[in-house]
């Protein structure tokens, strides 16, 4: 298997995952430039954090219409896996791979702090080594990270089990105290219907190692390794 790590201009947390997926997951990693058209050599893309482009205009909107982007979409479609983390959230759904929207948050202050989130769903390929209900500690870094979309959009994701983390309290009660930036339902992490492409404020790759604080974001990618490795394994 083979992880890809997209590096737009402005990309800040590019060399965090590729860290986790060489030295802490042990798995083949290789960046990815904005501009590359070819990514077929690889099993998982992962858009890192950052502030592609500054953040001008809107986050994540001028990153969607990189040259990669197009080669990502046919990659998903094709059912490979994709992770946007922050940023990466922010571009998946600029791009149309993501439903809803990332606002300011409603503080309208940046946010730099360790959350807790609860795993809602273990049936996606991000979160199989994960226990439902499980409560995982890391952080957040953004300022746009109030999740919205439309009601009818609302219902859907929820319907189709398609919240993937919510903000919760240390005991996993899901309040508005805990829900860092306003927004819907503590959402904190949403996935596609086909659940192979998934987007999350929150960085795991900032959570991988006792040494930063938190190892709980490592099951992540871990989760990530352990399902391609099936997913090869019935395609060999």
């Known amino acids: 298997m083979k992880f890809g790590v997209v590096i737009f201009p402005g990309s800040n ?15 083949p990693v290789d960046f990815i430039w904005h501009k590359d058209t070819d990514v077929t050599s690889f099993d998982a893309i992962i858009l890192p954090g ?22 990502i979409k046919e990659f998903a479609s094709g059912g490979g896996l994709v992770i946007g983390i922050c940023n990466g959230f922010q571009i998946l759904c600029e791009a149309g791979l993501l439903p809803g929207a ?10 730099c702090e360790h959350v807790n989130l609860r795993v809602e769903q273990v049936n996606t390929p991000f979160t199989t080594d994960c226990s439902a209900g499980q409560i995982l500690s890391v952080p957040i870094a953004h300022g746009e990270g109030n999740y919205f979309c439309d009601p009818a959009t609302l219902a859907e994701l929820e319907g189709e089990g398609r919240v993937i983390f919510r903000y919760c309290d240390a005991t996993g009660n899901i309040t508005d105290a805990a829900n860092p930036n306003g927004s819907l339902n503590g959402i904190a992490g949403i996935c596609n219907r086909e659940r192979n492409v998934l987007g999350m404020m929150p960085h795991p790759e900032r959570a991988a190692e006792s040494a930063l604080g938190s190892n709980d974001g490592r099951v992540i990618f871990r989760s990530m390794a352990d399902s391609l490795r099936e997913m090869l394994k019935q395609h060999a």
């Not at 947390?13 to 798995?27: E, N, P, R, T």
């Open 102 to 111: 990332l606002l300011r948050n409603r503080s309208l202050k940046y946010i």
């Open 50 to 71: 950052g502030f592609s482009y500054g953040d001008y205009l809107r986050t994540g909107a001028i990153a969607r219409f990189s040259p990669v982007m197009n080669s």
């Open 13 to 27: 947390c590019d060399h965090d995952a590729y860290h986790v997926i060489s030295k802490v997951i042990g798995q």
